[in-house]
Every structure is written in C-alpha cells, then in structure tokens.
C-alpha cells in the first residue's frame, strides 16, 4: 500500500509568513510524530498523537508552532509569523502502535522549508 | 534526558569492506532501537528494528545487535557496496514512548 506522503515537498516562505505543512500517514496508523531536522542532524522530536489526542508536544519550540490530527488521520502541522531559524526538513512518520513501542516507524520524505 | 551518540560520524570505505557503525545511549530502560537509512534529501527509511528483549536482528547483509545493559547497539554492514552510501541513524524509545535519534553516521563506500 501507500506510504507516509508529505505535501509540500518544498516550501519557500518570507520571514512573518504563516505556513501549512501537510502529512498523510499509512491507513490504520495509530501513532503520528511530526520532527525538525536540521542539516547535519537527526530529527529532533516536535509533536505526537495517538488517534486524534495529541498526547506530547513537548518538542514544540515556540507557541508559533501547532499541530493537529482532527479525525485521527491527515495531520497538519502550523508554523505561524515563521522566523529563519524555522528554515529545516519537517518529517513526519506513523506507526501501528502506541508511540515508538514494538512497531516500526514508517517516515514521508518531509517538507524542506525555507525562511527567507 | 536520552542522549543518543554515534561513531563515527562520518566514515569512507571501499567496496567489500564489511562496517561496524556504533550507536550509544545513556539510559538503558528501553523498549527497542531502531536503525534507518536516509539517503540526500530523502525521509528515512527503517532497516532494523531491536525489542529490548532481543540481542539481535538480521535482514541480509545487515545486521544489528543491542546489548541494552552497557547502552550499546551495533550494525554491521558485510560486503558493503556503493549503493549502501547513506546516513545511518539509529533511535531509541524509552519509558517516554518519544524515539530519540542519533546525529547519524555518513557513510561513502566507493568502487
């Protein structure tokens, strides 16, 4: 079946702008991470949900950033007033289970944003 | 806090050379480690996955293996060629269900 797809694939923003970046995981998974990955690092943990509960957003650096799963499948991931140190790869992966336990992470190809 | 290290973190071989990439974490209350490739401008793609209470997981020329007591994983890459030029990244979750990465190691393996 089809795997994690993540839209846009780029996105060139101009610092103050508010941007959407979309992730559409495999049917039936239960957990959704959304990362930041910066050039020359692993991703770095923003947000996660189980269903539609958003249980940990710890990650999130600054109230600019909100995420969302309405109905438990699509996500969508908000960065407002985008600043240039937003500029980084936004990764989005699911899984069958419950957080990083027992299953495989599945990762979409991310969204490269820019912030000029 | 997890703190996730790899070695080394970048590293150049020639083709047929078998690999050790090394991958260290400071708590060892885990529940599995996962090793993925990301290939440039790529999202990452799973190799190996570890439950805490195996030492070892193979798929054909990959192996890696978890000794969860001294924090430590291995994967060994035989018979590298140049199609496995990559970043490899492993990630650990814990108690917090949260995976924590590694900063990768880059690997060239040319002909």
């Known amino acids: 079946g089809a795997g994690v797809s993540q839209s846009p694939r780029y996105k060139v923003a101009k610092r103050g702008q508010d941007v959407a970046l979309r992730c559409d995981p495999i049917?039936?998974?239960?957990?959704l991470f959304w990362y930041q990955q910066a050039l020359g690092q692993g991703p770095e943990f923003l947000t996660y949900?189980?269903?539609?509960?958003?249980?940990?957003k710890s990650g999130l650096p600054s109230d600019r950033f909100f995420a969302e799963r309405p109905e438990g499948s699509v996500s969508t991931l908000k960065i407002q007033r985008t600043q240039q140190e937003d500029s980084a790869v936004y990764l989005c992966?699911?899984?069958?289970?419950?957080?990083?336990?027992?299953?495989?992470?599945?990762f979409g190809p991310g969204t490269r944003l820019t912030v000029t | 806090k997890q703190e996730v290290t790899q070695i080394p973190a970048a590293l150049s071989v020639p083709e047929g050379e078998n690999l050790v990439l090394n991958c260290s974490f400071t708590?060892?209350?885990?529940?599995?480690l996962q090793w993925f490739r990301q290939d440039p401008g790529k999202g990452l793609t799973s190799l190996l996955l570890?439950?805490?209470?195996?030492r070892e997981q193979t798929s054909g020329r990959l192996n890696a293996s978890l000794d969860k007591s001294s924090g430590r994983s291995t994967l060994y890459i035989a018979a590298s060629q140049p199609g496995d030029s990559a970043t490899y990244l492993c990630?650990?979750?814990?108690?917090?269900?949260?995976?924590?990465f590694g900063r990768g190691t880059s690997l060239i393996v040319h002909p």
């Open positions: 992966a699911s899984s069958l289970g419950q957080g990083g336990i027992g299953y495989e992470q599945y």
């Open positions: 049917s039936g998974h239960v957990s």
């Open positions: 949900f189980q269903n539609e509960a958003q249980l940990d």
């Open positions: 708590d060892s209350a885990i529940y599995n």
């Open positions: 570890i439950q805490s209470s195996q």
């Open positions: 990630a650990v979750t814990g108690g917090s269900y949260i995976p924590t």
